[in-house]
């Protein structure tokens, strides 16, 4: 079993930064497919980015492509996801999620879930 805990969220204005964490326990992380999902309020959880298990494969949703950068470092069980040029409408809840089987942009075909971690973009 794997628990994921996120970290990094907050209020920022439009236009800037936040690097987002989760950090993930367990020996066997380096063998999970990893995502980032968010949720923002009234809204269904949407597909954010993903990660292959080694790292070399990347996948990312329209609205994050070219701003966002997911990233894992398999040695401290940590994925990352570098969020740059922030808009309002990023502001949601963002949650990561590990998947045993492969790389997924479905969120029901993740086995694991952070509980969150809560990103708010000012205009």
């Known amino acids: 079993q794997v628990q994921l805990v996120e970290s990094g969220g907050g209020l920022v204005q439009a236009g800037g930064s936040l690097r987002l964490s989760c950090a993930a326990s367990?020996?066997?992380?380096?063998?999970?497919?990893m995502g980032w999902f968010r949720q923002a309020p009234g809204k269904e959880r949407e597909f954010v980015a993903a990660?292959?298990?080694?790292?070399?494969?990347?996948y990312y949703a329209d609205s994050a492509k070219g701003r966002f950068t997911v990233s894992r470092d398999n040695a401290k069980n940590t994925v990352y996801l570098q969020m740059n040029s922030l808009k309002p409408e990023d502001t949601a809840v963002y949650y990561c999620?590990?998947?045993?089987?492969?790389?997924?942009?479905?969120?029901?075909?993740?086995?694991?879930w952070g509980q969150g971690t809560q990103v708010t973009v000012s205009s």
């Open positions: 999620a590990a998947d045993r089987s492969s790389v997924s942009r479905r969120a029901s075909e993740y086995d694991y």
């Open positions: 367990g020996r066997t992380f380096s063998s999970y497919y």
């Open positions: 990660i292959s298990a080694s790292g070399s494969f990347t």
